[in-house]
């Protein structure tokens, strides 16, 4: 099993910027696929960045050039660079597999943009 702990979460303004880290428990390198995931109020958790082998990445298309995933397995982390930050990117953020999450979700961080 594994485990995800995400922080780096805040009240920025819009327009600002956040880098989200996430610490994985046990080795990546099983892991096919790893991806940030968020939750807003009222609405289903999304997957809206992704990272495969062969550094291979995927955006939903709201976070298209503005948010980088990165990964450094060697310290079994994954990186969320969010710039340029706007209301509607308000909601609790996740890391888990992806593009299927398979492993229970930690408490996520708090991203909270104000307009």
């Known amino acids: 099993q594994r485990q995800f702990v995400e922080s780096g979460g805040d009240l920025v303004q819009a327009g600002g910027s956040l880098r989200l880290s996430c610490t994985v428990s046990g080795s990546m390198f099983s892991m096919s696929g790893i991806g940030w995931y968020r939750q807003a109020p009222g609405k289903q958790r999304e997957l809206v960045a992704s990272?495969?082998?062969?550094?291979?990445?995927n955006y939903e298309d709201s976070v298209k050039g503005r948010f980088t995933i990165s990964r450094d397995s060697a310290k079994n982390m994954v990186y969320l660079q969010m710039n340029s930050l706007k209301p509607e990117d308000t909601a609790v953020y996740y890391c888990?597999?992806?593009?299927?999450?398979?492993?229970?979700w930690g408490q996520g961080t708090q991203v909270t943009v104000s307009s």
């Open positions: 888990n597999t992806a593009p299927r999450s398979l492993w229970p």
């Open positions: 990272t495969y082998r062969g550094d291979n990445t």
